[in-house]
């Protein structure tokens, strides 16, 4: 596991929380490109949006997880309840980014087990 880019990808989200979005890979917005926990490890670890090939079985090979590890972390609907329920239920962006925060901090904390 790829803790350092985990950890970029957690500073992204918080210092730019209107740019995180986990109901898609990339999404361009008018502020800039909007991107879920995946995206941002793609990007963060200088990979270009346009060089994503949607390749479901290693989806982010540079955070160096298994594909049970990726679908836990970068699918809401796998997030232990705790995370989905208040990040479907947010209401701001910065409470969103938040919660991903602590979505990455609990799945290093658990080994990627949760």
């Not at 990339?26 to 949006?49: K, Q």
């Not at 232990?80 to 919660?99: D, E, L, V």
Request: with cysteine.
């Amino acid at each position: 596991m790829n803790i350092d880019l985990l950890l970029k990808v957690k500073e992204q989200i918080l210092k730019q929380p209107e740019l995180f979005d986990m109901s898609r890979w990339f999404l361009p917005t008018e502020c800039g490109t909007a991107a879920c926990i995946a995206g941002w490890a793609w990007l963060l670890s200088g990979r270009e949006e346009r060089e994503f090939s949607g390749d479901r079985t290693r989806m982010v090979p540079q955070l160096d997880l298994t594909a049970e590890q990726e679908r836990s972390l970068f699918h809401v609907c796998d997030w232990p309840r705790i995370f989905a329920g208040h990040y479907k239920s947010a209401r701001t962006p910065a409470y969103r980014a938040r919660i991903g925060a602590e979505r990455i901090d609990h799945f290093i904390a658990t080994n990627g087990d949760e």
